[in-house]
Nanobody, 115 residues
Framework: VQLQACGGGLVQAGGSLRLSCTASGSVFSIYSMGWYRQAPGKQRELVADITSGGMTNYLDSVKGRYTISRDNAKKTVYLQMNNLKPEDTAVYYC????WGFGPFWGQGTQVTVSS
């Protein structure tokens, strides 16, 4: 399994970005998918995840601003990030897993929010 993440960049506070993570080499629909982030000097934390059935879960600080979604036909998970804040600055990673398999990680994409 390989995961390719993209969509990061530099944006001003209040702006938006959409991250994408595309999987190859596996049956995508049966896996849970998640987005994590890691800021300098901090531990990696779960931002949002979505199960194979479409149930979602969010970090409290991003609720109402971020939306995770998936397109199984495209083997892609998305993270729509709105009203970005400087504290959202981090490297964002996608993760793919299911019971007994994985987790598999993408390479990370940098998100930088300027004040």
């Amino acid at each position: 399994v390989q995961l390719q993440a993209c969509g990061g960049g530099l944006v001003q506070a209040g702006g938006s970005l959409r991250l994408s993570c595309t999987a190859s080499g596996s049956v995508f629909s049966i896996y849970s998918m998640g987005w994590y982030r890691q800021a300098p000097g901090k531990q990696r934390e779960l931002v949002a995840d979505i199960t194979s059935g479409g149930m979602t879960n969010y970090l409290d600080s991003v609720k109402g601003r971020y939306t995770i979604s998936r397109d199984n036909a495209k083997k892609t998970v998305y993270l729509q990030m709105n009203n970005l804040k400087p504290e959202d600055t981090a490297v964002y990673y996608c993760k793919m897993w299911r019971w007994g398999f994985g987790p598999f990680w993408g390479q990370g994409t940098q998100v930088t929010v300027s004040s």
